[in-house]
């Protein structure tokens, strides 16, 4: 029953994509960063309904708001970075604990924090909307969405999504084949490494690479990727990492290190 598997998921013994559609959750949550109604994704806010046809929960928050500027993306609300899987309870740890959900909701928030994107649907239902606002305040004063916190909640996730710097990247400085490459993840989202250059070719990993976020206040910890360079190329020039859902790969300079770790 929908019950029963609500429960299972609240514990931990079903994952998100087995009881709820995930890509409808998934851009709801987009949009609480987005309109800064982040404090409806708790359990006592949130209620759930049966779809029919694909026996999937559908998720309705009791009350969408209060809308407000944001100081970062939801699952970086609690510690400041996201490790994967989450540990925590709340019901965005257990949904992020599924990569499927996960994945689901990085690739909403990126194409809803896109450039033209609220502009397109502003100018499409702004008149509604602002008809349906009015009736609101009238029974509900203080649910006035302002525009420019849409505009600051889309800055912050775009910075969260393409931050300036997101790893590091090394190789022994040494003569011979390099097929290690040293990597730290300097960003608070989990990254993956999807492939890497070497004599201008991109060659593919054979299977994604996690890279967990930077600790907060503590050292920066690398991890070593043993990389398959074809024997007719050079070392390793970059390394192509991406949020996991998130659209685009981002090239990371590999640069040259006197020592390296033997693990």
Not at 87 to 94: E, K, L
Not at 159 to 188: C, F, K, S
């Amino acid at each position: 029953t929908a019950v029963r598997a609500l429960e299972e998921f609240r514990s931990g013994r079903r994952k998100a994509s087995e009881v709820f559609d995930v890509d409808g959750l998934g851009m709801l949550l987009a949009l609480s960063d987005l309109l800064g109604a982040q404090r409806s994704m708790e359990w006592g806010d949130l209620r759930f309904m049966l779809h029919g046809a694909s026996d999937k929960l559908i998720t309705i928050p009791l009350e969408y708001g209060p809308f407000e500027a944001i100081g970062t993306i939801l699952p970086l609300v609690r510690n400041g970075s996201m490790h994967y899987p989450p540990t925590g309870t709340s019901f965005a740890d257990r949904l992020f604990q599924d990569p499927i959900f996960r994945n689901a909701y990085f690739g909403a928030l990126d194409s809803i924090s896109a450039p033209g994107w609220l502009e397109v649907v502003l100018a499409r239902i702004g008149p509604e909307l602002d008809l349906q606002e009015r009736i609101v305040a009238g029974q509900l004063p203080g649910t006035h969405l302002d525009r420019g916190i849409l505009e600051h909640d889309r800055k912050v996730i775009r910075q969260a999504l393409h931050p300036e710097h997101v790893a590091l990247a090394y190789i022994e400085d040494r003569i011979g084949p390099v097929d290690r490459v040293a990597i730290g993840n300097v960003h608070a989202l989990p990254i993956t490494v999807a492939a890497f250059i070497a004599n201008n070719d991109t060659i593919t990993m054979d299977r994604e690479r996690l890279i967990q976020p930077r600790d907060r206040d503590k050292p920066l910890n690398y991890s070593i990727l043993h990389l398959t360079v074809p024997p007719d190329h050079g070392p390793p020039t970059h390394v192509l990492v991406r949020i996991p859902g998130a659209s685009g790969l981002r090239p990371v300079t590999v640069r040259k290190w006197n020592t390296f770790p033997s693990n």
